[in-house]
């Protein structure tokens, strides 16, 4: 089954911070719904354990997520692939960033496909989880990269 991603963020912070947390593990893996640990295989290729639960559904999944043609710090194509308890899927995205008065602005567009007991859901119901999993990411990316409030 396929699925198409696409949209626009806006984040509060400089186009040099974002870009770093977009390519830290250390942050990715406190932003990627259910991501329990990011494994650097070298080469900007990363093994990725998930245990995601959206709803009464959930699973564990193993794959590798990958980026390539980076264009510091405004561009980066990332590929995903995987598979677990629930199926399988790959897919590939583009993101972009563009500094803007008071932040940077992100945006993101890609497709993927799905396959295996997850897919029987429907595409209309896999739409809605994929927005719910990107809105959970960006709001988790946001809390990762927000300036740290001084101590007093």
Do not use: H
């Amino acid at each position: 089954m396929k699925l198409d991603i696409g949209g626009e963020e806006i984040f509060e912070v400089g186009i040099e911070t974002l870009w770093r947390a977009l390519n830290d593990p250390a942050v990715l893996v406190k932003c990627i719904p259910g991501c329990k640990e990011m494994i650097d295989e070298g080469g900007d290729r990363f093994k990725l354990i998930l245990n995601l639960k959206v709803a009464s559904v959930g699973g564990s999944f193993e794959g590798e997520i990958s980026l390539a043609d980076k264009q510091e710090p405004s561009q980066c194509k990332v590929a995903v692939s995987g598979s677990g308890t629930l199926g399988q899927g790959s897919g590939a995205a583009t993101f972009s960033l563009t500094s803007q008065t008071g932040g940077t602005a992100m945006r993101y567009s890609g497709e993927g496909e799905i396959g295996g007991l997850v897919a029987g859901v429907g595409q209309r119901i896999l739409k809605g989880v994929s927005k719910y999993l990107i809105g959970q990411f960006f709001k988790a990316l946001r809390r990762e990269t927000a300036a740290p409030v001084p101590s007093q």
